[in-house]
């Protein structure tokens, strides 16, 4: 089984998740220092995409300590191999393989950390299990993950109304859950892991981070003429109306919740 992704990567895709990154990144901060973030760990970043978070942890667990970057998307890899090589740091390394197939690295981990990954994911709960047995006793799985059915504004802009169902329904269609956010904490109750720490964060976009809700539709146009949901010509559209509201700051607009959570072993 190997999950296929629907929107463009490495280079391609690098600008729009930085700033997806950017957006989340203090909360994801607080939250892995909250359980258990410290120098000399060994960490797994899963899903590690372009590695933003794989680099920020590579300075956290310092050099007595180990991440191990992980995607099954040789493209994104090479983008976070030549920013490692930049960096040179000499603790985190790469590894390639789809998330079904994870258990074949055979490495025990103080963390594994995976955001936006199970939006993703068909079969959640087997992808859980997996990591499970990549702990070591008592170490711990943290997840963030996105609630999209959550984007809002005030007032109510039809235009980020529309764009948020149909992003949700491209999940149903691909076979996965774009709203998986808060069912993380049953899938971790079922396989077996100490539930220690729920957050929810719900960021409000200023400034650039403003920009994300029409790059956001651009990125995900390819999926929703594979499954004939929009026409092109109502997309462009679609995008014109999104950019104007990323620029009217009569409106306060609220990005998707993401929820944080730890299991451990």
Request: charged residues 25%; contains cysteine.
């Amino acid at each position: 089984m190997k999950e296929t992704y629907s929107l463009s990567v490495g280079e391609n895709d690098l600008a729009r998740m930085t700033l997806l990154n950017d957006i989340y990144m203090s909360y994801c901060i607080d939250f892995l220092f909250e359980n258990g973030l410290k120098q000399g760990l060994s960490i797994a970043d899963v899903g590690c995409g372009p590695g933003n978070v794989s680099l920020w942890l590579a300075e956290q667990v310092g050099e007595t300590g180990k991440v191990v970057a992980i995607d099954n998307s040789d493209e994104q890899l090479n983008v976070l191999n030549k920013r490692i090589a930049e960096k040179q740091f000499k603790h985190i390394s790469t590894y390639q393989c789809d998330i079904y197939e994870i258990d074949q690295l055979n490495e025990k981990f103080d963390i594994i950390f995976c955001r936006f990954l199970f939006i993703h994911l068909s079969q959640p709960l087997i992808a859980i299990k997996k990591l499970y047995e990549l702990l070591k006793p008592g170490g711990c799985l943290i997840l963030g993950e996105l609630d999209n059915s959550t984007w809002s504004s005030y007032p109510v802009n039809e235009a980020l109304e529309q764009d948020r169902n149909l992003l949700c329904t491209v999940g149903l269609k691909k076979g996965a859950d774009f709203c998986i956010g808060p069912k993380l904490y049953g899938y971790l109750r079922q396989a077996n892991f100490n539930i220690m720490n729920v957050k929810i964060a719900q960021p409000v976009l200023f400034g650039k981070h403003r920009d994300y809700i029409f790059l956001k539709c651009k990125a995900w146009a390819q999926a929703y003429f594979e499954f004939g949901l929009i026409s092109s010509d109502a997309l462009e559209e679609r995008i014109k109306h999104l950019y104007d509201l990323a620029h009217d700051d009569n409106y306060l607009i609220e990005a998707a919740k993401m929820y944080f959570l730890c299991g451990r072993k």
